[in-house]
């Protein structure tokens, strides 16, 4: 095929105009969508969902169960957390004192 | 084409049946780029209603630096290339019991001044292309039917302008064997 027929083709082709959507094609759409969930605005546990699948769930749960175990301690008369850190602090600076 | 955006922040902000306006307003344009690659009705339509669904779920993601249309554009040039993909899986030997008399007698006539009639022309052209690569196919139908510059086709398809060029030579020689092909076949 010479290059002048092929241009001719492709010139025939290029004016060949589209099809017009369907009158009902926006409805299919629309049905089609709203079993999508919706677009935009996530909510906070969306997005770190999305950045961290599991981890953020399993982190905020390990956190949530230290801080109970702090109050449950502080309740029962046991060191708390606070104290414990008070503690460390102290036992620190005692330490750099010492050099 | 300037309140495309306005319309966007309305339907992430709730007004979700809003996307049905958006549809309305730019269901030629998508139908237009789909129909190059798709020329079967039912596919094109199901084709059509998948790359708004894929902005549906990626509205999030606009940010109005381009037009809306733009960006539907890139969409569906994108769902154009999953399904040539797709469909190159299911057909690669090419056939000519799909064109018409009048495309075969085109094809078969030595003459290069015949006219072709734009729907013939688009079956001769539909039927060589499946000779080539799903992203041959690409390059070459923006670049050949739809017009476009390079610097466009890198736009809407990610490519690099080099893998553009380099893919649009390749494309065309492949295209003209391809057609080449065809001719011989129907002598």
Redesign the interface.
């Known amino acids: 095929?010479?290059e002048?027929?092929?241009r001719?083709?492709?010139e025939?082709?290029?004016?060949?105009?589209?099809?017009?959507?369907?009158a009902e094609?926006?409805?299919?759409?629309?049905r089609?969508?709203?079993q999508?969930?919706?677009?935009?605005?996530?909510s906070v546990l969306d997005q770190l969902g999305e950045l961290f699948p599991r981890l953020a769930t399993v982190a905020l749960l390990v956190i949530g169960l230290c801080v109970a175990a702090d109050f449950c301690a502080s309740a029962l008369g046991q060191p708390d957390l606070t104290g414990g850190v008070a503690e460390l602090s102290e036992q620190w600076l005692f330490a750099t004192k010492g050099f | 084409m300037n309140d495309d955006a306005e319309l966007v922040v309305r339907?992430?902000?709730?007004a979700?049946?809003e996307?049905?306006e958006l549809?309305?307003r730019h269901?030629?344009h998508v139908?237009?780029i789909?129909?190059?690659y798709e020329r079967d009705?039912q596919k094109?339509?199901d084709l059509?209603?998948e790359t708004?669904?894929k902005a549906?779920?990626?509205?999030?993601q606009f940010d109005g630096r381009a037009p809306f249309q733009h960006w539907l554009s890139r969409i569906a040039v994108h769902a154009a290339l999953d399904h040539l993909r797709r469909e190159r899986r299911h057909r690669n030997e090419v056939g000519l019991g799909d064109l018409g008399e009048d495309a075969l007698g085109w094809l078969r006539s030595g003459n290069?001044e015949r006219?072709?009639?734009?729907?013939?022309?688009?079956e001769?052209?539909a039927l060589a292309m499946r000779e080539l690569s799903p992203a041959e196919q690409l390059v070459i139908t923006m670049q050949?039917?739809?017009?476009r510059s390079v610097k466009e086709i890198c736009e809407r398809t990610g490519s690099s302008s080099i893998a553009v060029r380099v893919r649009a030579v390749r494309a065309r020689a492949r295209?003209?064997r391809a057609?080449?092909k065809l001719?011989r076949t129907t002598v």
């Open positions: 095929m010479n002048k027929k092929m001719r083709l492709i025939s082709a290029r004016a060949e105009p589209a099809p017009e959507p369907a094609f926006t409805a299919g759409v629309m089609a969508v709203r999508v969930r919706v677009p935009g605005k996530a | 339907i992430r902000n709730g979700q049946e996307f049905a549809v309305r269901q030629s139908f237009a789909l129909y190059r009705a094109l339509e059509a209603q708004f669904v549906w779920r990626s509205l999030g290069d006219e072709i009639e734009g729907r013939q022309a688009a001769v052209l050949e039917l739809e017009g295209l003209r057609l080449e001719e």
